[in-house]
């Protein structure tokens, strides 16, 4: 699985995990984790989800957004 950001600029957040798998209904199942790695709140993150197959063909999309609660800032390490 690959991020992409729709902003320009340095990234605010990091993929740090990602799995698909099909389940026995034959629906996808995407989980992943992200981790917010700016100095700030971030509000109003979405996720598309895009799905292509073997040679590269588009399959299909899913677009979902994230609770802010789950982006809070880093907080800055304690100076020695």
Do not use: C, Y
């Not at 992200?34 to 709140?41: H, P, Q, R």
């Not at 993150?45 to 899913?62: A, C, K, M, R, S």
């Amino acid at each position: 699985m690959n991020l992409e950001f729709q902003e320009t600029g340095s990234a605010l957040i990091a993929l740090e995990a990602s799995s698909l798998r099909k389940t026995q209904s034959e629906t996808w199942s995407v989980t992943g984790r992200v981790k917010n790695i700016s100095a700030e709140t971030l509000h109003d993150v979405w996720i598309l989800i895009q799905l292509f197959g073997n040679h590269g063909d588009f399959l299909t999309f899913e677009e979902v957004p994230l609770p802010s609660t789950l982006f809070p800032h880093k907080a800055p390490l304690p100076s020695r």
